[in-house]
């Protein structure tokens, strides 16, 4: 089975850099997505990791260990309106192109 | 990507009856899933709705509580039956599509907001 470990909640600075971590545990390891998902809307799709690195893409980065299981998504230059819910996922062991989501971390930027 | 049309946006439903939710795709997609948003949580997958077969269900998810129907490769409905209040939840469609980074990507419809009463 899998298994994805988020923080529950994050508190930043506007200006400063957070960097949100996700631990998991697959079968079947095929991806991991960042998605991010403002109260009331749907998840919009962040970033994807494969292989293991960093994926920049403007002020967010991503970060994939596939020894470790362990991922990042760095937000630089926060901004109000990154205040949402940041869900990672992993493709199911079977890659039938269903994802399998973490509980989420809150965060919340602050003047 | 795809964009994603689901309707009811939300609905308020009495103990007991049994609400059918829909899911229409601006173009034809292989892949399509119902996933489950329970109030401050994360989503959690029903099942993957097949196009001329019966969907399958994760573990915890039943046919009986949650009929699927998958008539093309355009729309899909989900029912949720016998509604209870443990059943108030957001209820998302999302398709797979390609990314530039060759990613099986999930969009997501815009959800539709339960509540039982």
């Known amino acids: 089975g899998q298994n994805i470990d988020q923080p529950t909640e994050m508190t930043a600075t506007e200006g400063a850099i957070v960097q949100i971590n996700c631990t998991y545990q697959?079968?079947?390891?095929?991806?991991l997505f960042w998605y991010q998902q403002h109260a009331g809307e749907a998840p919009t799709f962040l970033s994807y990791n494969v292989l293991d690195g960093l994926e920049e893409k403007g002020r967010f980065s991503s970060f994939l260990s596939r020894s470790k299981g362990y991922s990042y998504l760095l937000l630089k230059e926060l901004q109000m309106k990154d205040s949402a819910s940041y869900l990672c996922?992993?493709?199911?062991?079977?890659?039938?192109?269903?994802?399998?989501f973490g509980q989420g971390t809150t965060l919340q930027v602050k003047p | 990507s795809a964009v994603i049309s689901q309707k009811p946006s939300r609905d308020i439903c009495q103990r007991g009856t049994s609400l059918t939710i829909q899911c229409q795709v601006d173009?034809?997609?292989?892949?399509m899933f119902w996933y489950r948003q329970q109030p401050g949580q994360s989503l959690t997958l029903i099942a993957t709705a097949n196009q001329g077969s019966e969907a399958t269900y994760e573990s915890g998810f039943v046919i009986d509580k949650f009929p699927i129907s998958r008539p093309n490769l355009t729309f899909s409905t989900l029912t949720v039956s016998n509604m209870s209040p443990e059943d108030s939840s957001i209820y998302l469609c999302?398709?797979?599509?390609?990314?530039?980074?060759?990613?099986?990507?999930?969009?997501f419809g815009a959800g539709s907001r339960l509540t039982v009463l």
């Open positions: 173009s034809q997609v292989t892949m």
């Open positions: 999302s398709v797979s599509s390609g990314g530039a980074s060759g990613a099986n990507v999930l969009t």
């Open positions: 996922a992993v493709t199911a062991p079977s890659n039938t192109g269903k994802l399998i």
């Open positions: 697959t079968s079947g390891f095929n991806g």
